[in-house]
């Protein structure tokens, strides 16, 4: 027999572990339960990821250093790098004020620099440089996709020419990794040639370039063929420039980096076809629904492709849209669907940081946005917002998970106990607390905590307290 008064007797028995708080991830687990896409194996040949990285640091080394000196060694605030501040990072890095430009170019292409306004932020991934191969590789990616920006077209030619030409490479460098080795420029071109007039097929577009004659009735027009050689050498030139081949004579290699990327992506398009749910063709939810079962990895490929398909505005409003729905694991998701999108979606989550449903989510995007650690991101809530979130997520899991993973997730309250987070869950008026309550109190083992958060939930129904 004991003289302690029951609660006193839980609080004491019941200390939970203060644990770092990763709401989405026990969200996730809770629908993947062990039933994971296995991750594909690269090519064989392929270099460690270390190895990715390295190279990958290799060629953007004076971007790095542009970089760094733009956003952390002159003045807070300073705008973007032109006329004057040009010629002081040059004098500064050594370099010439046109590798200053072409080192600043890159680094914003790659992510490692942000403009807010007039103000230059560095960029998450130029803060994990050193010590995140995968943030490296990531970043290198998004310059060899805006190899067309690093290295600006012929002027004599016209834009939809170009645009065009831009579409077909992919089937280049397709035909270029499947042969796993040198591939001549007759060949390249002769599958540019092919795949500009499908283009033209698929486009229904009269041919640009001269016509000696009209076509006979029923015959496909030509392709400006004159036009169509130096537009593949300068696509070479300029997939090289970002370090994802090399040239030889009469021939073109990709390189380690190169073959690996687009094998990625490659990937991704099969990842894409293969969506249970055909998730790239569907509404925000749907595509989210299809993604719940996947890794973040595969997630973020699906994410990436569904975005490619729609124009970013329409996109982060249908993703803010579906996160204030009733789907908790649904909200959780369209804010990795929105990390994906990152600067474009910054005013919008701002904001949704107003609407108390989706504040926690915002602020942790944010954060991450401005450039906090994903561990650390949520130091910037409140006791208050954190127990709405720690509400929210038993919420996903309740819905969408198993019971044992539901008492797992009391060891990511930041309350130091059952009793202090039971009095602080009654306190938020979250709508779903006592949804939460019950399924917690039907899955805990133990009958003394089961009772007292059932105690809860009977309180927050009746409105007592």
Request: hydrophobic fraction near 45%.
């Amino acid at each position: 027999m004991t003289s302690r008064k029951p609660d006193e007797q839980l609080a004491r028995n019941s200390r939970l572990r203060l644990v770092r708080a990763r709401p989405l991830t026990t969200a996730r687990r809770a629908v993947t339960g062990g039933r994971d896409r296995p991750a594909p194996r690269p090519p064989e040949g392929t270099p460690p990821p270390a190895e990715l990285a390295r190279q990958a640091r290799e060629v953007l080394a004076h971007a790095v250093r542009v970089a760094r000196w733009a956003a952390g060694d002159r003045d807070p605030g300073a705008g973007p790098l032109a006329g004057p501040a040009r010629e002081r990072a040059a004098a500064a890095l050594e370099l010439t004020p046109e590798q200053v430009g072409a080192g600043w170019d890159r680094a914003r292409l790659a992510g490692l620099v942000e403009l807010h306004g007039a103000a230059v932020r560095p960029g998450w991934r130029l803060q994990a440089w050193d010590r995140d191969d995968s943030a490296v590789q990531r970043g290198w990616v998004a310059l060899f996709d805006a190899w067309s920006l690093v290295h600006p077209a012929p002027d004599d030619v016209a834009p939809a020419t170009v645009a065009e030409v831009v579409e077909a490479v992919p089937q280049v460098l397709s035909l270029l990794h499947l042969s796993a080795g040198p591939v001549t420029v007759p060949a390249l071109l002769d599958l540019l040639q092919q795949r500009v007039a499908e283009l033209h097929e698929e486009h229904c577009e009269v041919p640009y370039g001269p016509q000696s004659a009209p076509a006979a009735p029923g015959t496909p027009e030509p392709v400006a063929e004159d036009l169509l050689p130096p537009l593949l050498d300068w696509a070479l030139e300029g997939l090289a420039g970002v370090g994802a081949l090399t040239l030889g004579e009469g021939q073109a290699t990709l390189t380690p980096l190169g073959n690996w990327a687009v094998w990625v992506k490659l990937e991704q398009i099969c990842v894409a076809a293969q969506s249970p749910a055909g998730n790239i063709e569907q509404s925000a939810e749907h595509m989210l629904r299809g993604c719940a079962r996947l890794t973040p990895g595969p997630a973020r490929a699906e994410y990436r492709a569904w975005l490619a398909a729609r124009t970013v505005g329409s996109a982060v409003t249908e993703l803010l849209s579906v996160a204030r729905g009733e789907d908790a694991l649904l909200r959780g998701l369209a804010f990795e669907a929105l990390r994906v999108v990152g600067a474009p979606a910054e005013s919008e989550v701002r904001a949704a940081a107003s609407d108390v449903s989706l504040r926690p989510y915002a602020l942790l995007w944010l954060a991450e946005y401005e450039g906090a650690d994903r561990d650390d991101a949520s130091e910037v809530l409140t006791r208050e917002e954190s127990t709405w979130l720690w509400v929210d997520t038993a919420a996903a899991v309740a819905d969408h998970g198993e019971s044992d993973l539901l008492v797992r997730h009391l060891e990511s309250a930041v309350q130091g106990n059952v009793p202090a987070l039971l009095d602080e869950v009654r306190a938020i008026g979250h709508p779903r607390t006592v949804q939460v309550l019950v399924a917690l109190a039907a899955a805990h083992p133990d009958p003394a905590l089961a009772k007292a958060v059932r105690r809860a939930a009977f309180q927050v129904h009746t409105g007592g307290s």
